[in-house]
């Protein structure tokens, strides 16, 4: 397993683009390699690359471990992850539940956090934005992002920003074409742009 990191001197339109690692069968996860190849600068806006561990208690360390690194607030984030459908799904919800075993041989069933509320939504206007997007084949909006790490740490990533940045978790078929992949990433990163920030790119 390793780690991206992009800094920039100056941060003020920051973008934090997250991937996960290896697991499983898949030592090869196509989050991560969208993670690695895409462009860190985007127009006015820079990009700041991580790829997190499958691991439940290495997850939500590297991403609040980023956070504090960056020299400001990221103005978005965007949390990538796998899943066996043919689809990339924008999802809506973070539920406060989690169950599988991770790479480090730890199993967990049950809420997220006990002292939290069953869910979170993220801030983002997602029917606008998809009414936005360029090409909307094989874009769909999704309200269970699953139990597994994709939800843990899109649940907890929309408690810690405590509405002050927009999050969302795109899954994206984990058996896509990574140059394919890349282009709707794009697609949904410029309509993300276009209704949240009001510019056209």
Not at 64 to 83: A, D, M, N
């Amino acid at each position: 397993m390793y780690i991206i990191i992009f800094f920039f001197s100056k941060l003020k339109n920051l973008i934090l683009l997250t991937g996960f690692g290896a697991y499983g069968n898949f030592a090869i996860n196509l989050s991560n390699e969208i993670v690695k190849k895409f462009s860190c600068n985007y127009e006015e806006f820079s990009i700041v690359k991580k790829i997190i561990p499958v691991s439940w208690k290495r997850s939500i360390h590297t991403y609040k471990k980023v956070l504090f690194e960056l020299e400001s607030k990221p103005r978005l984030v965007i949390l990538l992850g796998i899943h066996s459908s043919k689809m990339f799904h924008l999802e809506r919800i973070g539920w406060n539940f989690k169950i599988g075993g991770d790479i480090d041989n730890k199993f967990k069933f049950g809420p997220i956090n006990v002292h939290f509320k069953p869910w979170f939504k993220t801030t983002l206007k997602l029917y606008e934005i998809y009414s936005v997007v360029e090409d909307k084949r094989k874009v769909s909006i999704s309200h269970f992002a699953g139990y597994y790490l994709c939800n843990y740490l899109y649940y907890l990533a929309l408690h810690l920003s405590n509405k002050e940045y927009p999050v969302i978790f795109i899954h994206v078929p984990q058996k896509g074409d990574i140059t394919e992949s890349i282009k709707k990433i794009d697609i949904l990163l410029k309509a993300i742009i276009k209704i949240y920030f009001n510019k056209e790119l």
